[in-house]
């Protein structure tokens, strides 16, 4: 900007920021100018040196003195020049008394006027072209001596530095030239929001640009019309000079989604994750203006577009990347349907061959399924199949899109998910699934799992029940019996619960217990009460869920890639015969069996004997009396006695799960690489087991479509908490509860 000054008042600081230091670079002098005394109040001059009679510093008025760092409108000399763009130290006036000499110092580095008034800086210590002196740390003072003799010393031992605008490339010439009409309309856009001043364009072509400030009465002006025989413009007259003083409100006219977007390209290229709000801060700290959360938001997203590609050509290249999944991971399953009406979205579902092999053949039976509801343009919802490994991780299955969530499209993902293990069945015992008591999915699992035994997460369970009697210590309670091993124990904390509230305990008694109660339950959950598997994979579902389709499912892929390939390399330096959770779990069992006593019956019953009680093992049929080793997989303390006590080996009685040989073999396979969507066609034309009519199919966005921004949230008043409903009354058949346009009665 012009006359940019550095002030230093009185009581106030010249600082650098901490640790920084004062630079100047080659050739950048401290102009003094000439014929003008330095006063310290009024008939106090200050010596500066040798040639102080002809180069005097002025401490009176600003405009009458100044100390010149740049391209002012004064030059010390024809070869020195001062530093930044019209930028000039000024000294207010602040009355002394006596002849002061004038000295900067900071800390081991002085900064000091020398014999030809240049401005001399201690060693390595430059000041760069596009830095400028700022007072910003008041605590910091001007100190002046009172001393007659002394010097004058700024006692500043903080500097900071501060970018300026580059304002010298956004100096045009007459004749300057430009490859074409769009460079010279953003060259003068970006001088226009660098200098702070508004253009108006007056007519724009092929052939002319002409345009002006947007100021009333202002005279700048430009004019720039096109070379002949070629693209290039020229400028053809300029009128450099401004009387409005630059506009005087934040915002900017010349700041379009465009510009924001070219603003910060580079910086979203390096960060997509980067929000809006801070790209609001970035233009702000370096342009100085003012813009809306939409602008920024769109500017993001057109950058994003151009980067991953649109929405609307992800959904249009959903069939070739479905042929490319099958492609390269052969046996895997990818299948995209649209809306036989209008070609609209509607499903989509991709399992990969390494996550069905390793489900098949070495997770336990249990599977979880769950959803989260998509972020991106034209929502939509992600519903997810999960495995769990002999470790207790997660292990992705299947994942489906559809457009909305509902009954129909839940019914058809467990079809699908059916047909993906049809043929493996006879390989793996009875499944256990796990999920909310959504009415789809319970009518989807008894139709297509009909010998698998569901369970209710407990997870949705607990949440739908604080929302409805909003008491702590019931959901505690409620956790307490879902986790009780025994009957006796669960109907203990039943009790408990109907001590409290009657309410809650008839809430309890209307879901079957054997759904979700682990005393009841019949199948086998190895301790897992919940499938909120959306909760556990937030920190890279929720990342994902924003972007386009098919950069949602390849982010997908590459972290399920990633995760196969590190659990892989980690268990090959597991030397123990369980993975590491189950060590844990049997090595506590070994040190509580070393208290029990053991009383043998035959070959395969005992009766192990603690303080909690007396316990029955059977280790032919697996079972005892506790239930621990049943519900786990693995023995249980009393299970571990019976076991040492006729020598038997305690790995021996796992489930196989939990071996290392069979976790390696979860992760033996290998989810590959999809190449980048510029060679899926010529791939494909190679390739002659893709399906040439499946590339044919025309898939359309859906028609749900997110407005930009945060969505705006009903929010009830304060005053209207706990304020009685308005009874409303149907003048036709006389009752309470609709109006007469809703009646159902007959006439």
């Known amino acids: 900007m012009a006359n940019r000054d550095l002030i230093l008042r009185q009581n106030r600081s010249v600082a650098i920021g901490q640790a920084q230091s004062l630079m100047l670079g080659h050739d950048h002098n401290l102009g003094l100018r000439q014929n003008h005394d330095l006063e310290l109040g009024r008939g106090h001059s200050m010596d500066l040196g040798q040639a102080h009679h002809d180069h005097e510093l002025g401490l009176g008025y600003p405009h009458d003195h100044e100390l010149g760092l740049g391209h002012s409108q004064d030059h010390v000399g024809e070869g020195d020049h001062g530093y930044g763009h019209e930028a000039d130290i000024k000294v207010d006036q602040k009355p002394e008394h006596g002849d002061h000499d004038l000295v900067l110092s900071s800390q081991n580095h002085d900064l000091a006027l020398s014999d030809n008034h240049q401005l001399v800086v201690g060693d390595n210590h430059e000041l760069d072209d596009n830095m400028e002196l700022a007072a910003v740390d008041q605590s910091q003072e001007l100190d002046i001596t009172e001393d007659m003799d002394s010097q004058l010393v700024v006692s500043t031992p903080v500097l900071q530095a501060?970018?300026?605008?580059?304002?010298?490339?956004?100096?045009?010439?007459?004749?300057?030239?430009?490859?074409?009409?769009?460079?010279?309309?953003?060259?003068?856009?970006?001088?226009?929001?660098?200098?702070?001043?508004?253009?108006?364009?007056?007519?724009?072509?092929?052939?002319?640009?002409?345009?002006?400030?947007?100021?009333?009465?202002?005279?700048?002006?430009?004019?720039?019309?096109?070379?002949?025989?070629?693209?290039?413009?020229?400028?053809?007259?300029?009128?450099?000079?401004?009387?409005?003083?630059?506009?005087?409100?934040?915002?900017?006219?010349?700041?379009?989604?465009?510009?924001?977007?070219?603003?910060?390209?580079?910086?979203?290229?390096?960060?997509?994750?980067?929000?809006?709000?801070?790209?609001?801060?970035?233009i702000h700290r370096v342009h100085g203006i003012t813009l809306s959360y939409k602008q920024a938001w769109r500017g993001k997203e057109r950058i994003m577009a151009a980067m991953r590609g649109s929405f609307e050509e992800g959904y249009r290249l959903l069939p070739q990347y479905c042929?490319?999944?099958?492609?390269?991971?052969?046996?895997?399953?990818?299948?995209?349907?649209?809306?036989?009406?209008?070609?609209?979205?509607?499903?989509?579902?991709?399992?990969?061959?390494?996550?069905?092999?390793?489900?098949?053949?070495?997770?336990?039976?249990?599977?979880?399924?769950?959803?989260?509801?998509?972020?991106?343009?034209?929502?939509?919802?992600?519903?997810?199949?999960?495995?769990?490994?002999?470790?207790?991780?997660?292990?992705?299955?299947?994942?489906?899109?559809?457009?909305?969530?509902?009954?129909?499209?839940?019914?058809?993902?467990?079809?699908?998910?059916?047909?993906?293990?049809?043929?493996?069945?006879?390989?793996?015992?009875?499944?256990?699934?796990?999920?909310?008591?959504?009415?789809?999915?319970?009518?989807?699992?008894?139709?297509?799992?009909?010998?698998?035994?569901?369970?209710?997460?407990?997870?949705?369970?607990?949440?739908?029940?604080?929302?409805?009697?909003?008491n702590t210590m019931l959901v505690n309670l409620l956790w307490e019996a879902a986790q009780a091993l025994t009957v006796i124990e669960f109907e203990g904390k039943i009790l408990e619960i109907e001590e409290i509230s009657q309410d809650a305990a008839y809430w309890i008694r209307r879901i079957p217990p054997r759904l979700w109660a682990t005393a009841y339950f019949e199948g086998q959950r190895f301790g897992h009460l919940t499938a909120n598997i959306v909760e556990s994979l937030n920190s890279w579902i929720a990342e994902a869920s924003g972007l386009p389709i098919i950069q949602m499912m390849e982010c997908i892929r590459r972290q399920l890639m990633t995760w196969f390939n590190e659990r892989r390399e980690t268990s090959m330096q597991w030397t123990s015969i369980l993975v590491p959770s189950a060590e844990r779990r049997v090595a506590e069992?070994?040190?509580?069996?070393?208290?029990?006593?053991?009383?043998?019956?035959?070959?395969?019953?005992?009766?192990?004997?603690?303080?909690?009680?007396?316990?029955i093992v059977?280790?032919?049929?697996?079972?005892?009396?506790?239930?621990?080793?049943?519900?786990?997989?693995?023995?249980?303390?009393?299970?571990?006695?019976?076991?040492?006590?006729?020598?038997?080996?305690?790995?021996?009685?796992?489930?196989?799960?939990?071996?290392?040989?069979?976790?390696?073999?979860?992760?033996?396979?290998?989810?590959?690489?999809?190449?980048?969507?510029?060679?899926?066609?010529?791939?494909?034309?190679?390739?002659?087991?893709?399906?040439?009519?499946?590339?044919?199919?025309?898939?359309?966005?859906?028609?749900?479509?997110?407005?930009?921004?945060?969505?705006?949230?009903?929010?009830?008043?304060?005053?209207?908490?706990?304020?009685?409903?308005?009874?409303?009354?149907?003048?036709r058949c006389n009752q309470t509860g609709h109006f007469r346009t809703t009646c159902a009665a007959p006439i």
């Not at 702070?196 to 007056?202: S, V, W």
């Not at 900017?252 to 790209?279: D, G, M, T, Y």
């Not at 796992?654 to 033996?668: G, I, Q």
Request: glycine share 6%; charged share 25%.
């Open 323 to 470: 042929e490319q999944v099958k492609r390269t991971n052969p046996g895997s399953i990818a299948s995209v349907y649209g809306n036989p009406a209008d070609d609209c979205f509607q499903r989509l579902f991709i399992s990969f061959q390494a996550s069905i092999y390793g489900f098949l053949n070495a997770c336990r039976p249990l599977l979880g399924l769950d959803r989260t509801y998509l972020k991106s343009k034209y929502l939509g919802t992600l519903l997810l199949a999960t495995g769990f490994d002999g470790d207790g991780a997660l292990f992705p299955l299947a994942f489906g899109v559809v457009d909305e969530e509902n009954d129909e499209n839940w019914m058809w993902f467990l079809c699908e998910l059916h047909n993906l293990l049809e043929t493996n069945t006879e390989n793996m015992p009875r499944l256990t699934i796990l999920s909310d008591r959504q009415k789809g999915i319970v009518e989807g699992v008894e139709q297509n799992f009909p010998t698998a035994f569901h369970g209710f997460c407990m997870h949705h369970l607990s949440e739908s029940f604080r929302k409805e009697f909003n």
């Open 618 to 731: 059977d280790i032919r049929n697996r079972c005892c009396l506790c239930r621990g080793w049943q519900l786990y997989g693995l023995p249980c303390a009393h299970t571990v006695a019976a076991l040492l006590s006729c020598r038997q080996n305690v790995h021996r009685f796992t489930e196989s799960c939990f071996t290392v040989a069979t976790y390696r073999k979860t992760y033996s396979q290998t989810i590959h690489p999809i190449p980048d969507k510029s060679l899926w066609r010529e791939l494909s034309d190679e390739d002659q087991t893709v399906n040439k009519a499946a590339l044919e199919v025309v898939i359309n966005p859906p028609k749900s479509l997110r407005l930009p921004g945060r969505p705006r949230k009903r929010r009830v008043r304060a005053e209207d908490r706990g304020r009685a409903k308005r009874v409303v009354h149907c003048s």
């Open 589 to 615: 069992a070994l040190e509580q069996a070393r208290t029990y006593q053991v009383l043998r019956a035959n070959e395969a019953e005992f009766e192990v004997i603690s303080h909690e009680g007396n316990n």
């Open 162 to 282: 501060r970018a300026l605008s580059a304002e010298s490339s956004y100096q045009f010439l007459v004749g300057q030239e430009f490859p074409d009409v769009k460079s010279c309309r953003r060259a003068l856009r970006d001088m226009a929001i660098a200098q702070h001043f508004e253009m108006q364009t007056i007519k724009s072509d092929k052939t002319r640009f002409t345009a002006k400030c947007a100021t009333e009465g202002c005279p700048w002006r430009v004019h720039a019309a096109k070379l002949p025989g070629v693209p290039n413009f020229t400028i053809r007259t300029i009128h450099e000079s401004h009387t409005c003083g630059g506009i005087n409100h934040l915002g900017h006219q010349q700041a379009s989604v465009q510009w924001v977007a070219s603003s910060v390209e580079q910086r979203l290229r390096e960060n997509p994750n980067c929000k809006p709000k801070e790209i609001l801060e970035e």
